[in-house]
Antibody, heavy 118, light 107 residues
Framework: EVQLVESGGGLVKPGGSLRLSCVAS????????LSWVRQAPGKGLEWVGH??????????DYAAPVKGRFSISRDDSKNTVYLQMSSLTSEDTAFYYC?????????WGQGTLVSVSS | DIQMTQSPSTLSASVGDRVTITCRAS??????LAWYQQKPGKAPKLLIY???SLEIGVPSRFSGSGSGTDFTLTINSLQPDDFATYYC?????????FGQGTKVEIK
């Protein structure tokens, strides 16, 4: 059974940075596509980006609102995927979910809340 | 980016009803379409992928259909556990996009 556990959320000031972690079990992150999806409180779902498996060159793609500010990486030794976020604004306030993806988002973590406020 | 539009935004129904939610894409997504269920305070759950393939463990009262730009999610004989918000999502484009959601409420 795939389990994903996100951590690292919290309160951060506008313009600040934060790194989220997603620890996986039941899968090997280097062999999977992993995505980040966010949801502002009371709002809908928004894809943030993904990192491809090693066999698919390990490249990353990002949604337009976060491109150039967010970065997804992977530590195979820790079976963990990261979301590095910088230049945060109030628009980035959301629950952030990690998910395995085969196109659809198959397994999800429980999410971690990021609040951007002064 | 491909825009996904769901209708209705809110739906009131009773236990035992047949419910249909529609999802329209701004351009063809072939059959690269998924449906999710989300309950308050929980992560979304994949119900259907490839427009009509039921995810393992999902009750057979859920079904999906469509291709190209028009898709439907049908729930036959709505159960108390089905009151939730439903989202469609396309993965024809690398930039994945979701519909705005349909909340199924108790009538």
């Amino acid at each position: 059974e795939v389990q994903l556990v996100e951590s690292g959320g919290g309160l951060v000031k506008p313009g600040g940075s934060l790194r989220l972690s997603c620890v996986a079990s039941g899968i090997t992150v280097s062999s999977a596509w992993l995505s980040w999806v966010r949801q502002a409180p009371g709002k809908g779902l928004e894809w943030v980006g993904h990192i491809k498996s090693k066999t698919d060159d390990g490249a990353t793609d990002y949604a337009a609102p976060v491109k150039g500010r967010f970065s997804i990486s992977r530590d195979d030794s820790k079976n963990t995927v990261y979301l590095q976020m910088s230049s945060l604004t109030s628009e980035d306030t959301a629950f952030y979910y990690c998910s395995t993806t085969s196109g659809s988002f198959d397994s999800w973590g429980q999410g971690t809340l990021v609040s951007v406020s002064s | 980016d491909i825009q996904m539009t769901q209708s209705p935004s809110t739906l009131s129904a009773s236990v035992g009803d047949r419910v249909t939610i529609t999802c329209r894409a701004s351009q063809s997504v072939n059959r690269w379409l998924a449906w999710y269920q989300q309950k308050p305070g929980k992560a979304p759950k994949l119900l259907i992928y490839m427009a009509s393939s039921l995810e393992i463990g999902v009750p057979s009262r859920f079904s999906g259909s469509g291709s190209g730009t028009d898709f439907t999610l049908t729930i036959n004989s709505l159960q108390p556990d089905d009151f939730a918000t439903y989202y469609c999502q396309q993965y024809n484009s690398y930039a994945r996009t979701f519909g705005q959601g349909t909340k199924v409420e108790i009538k």
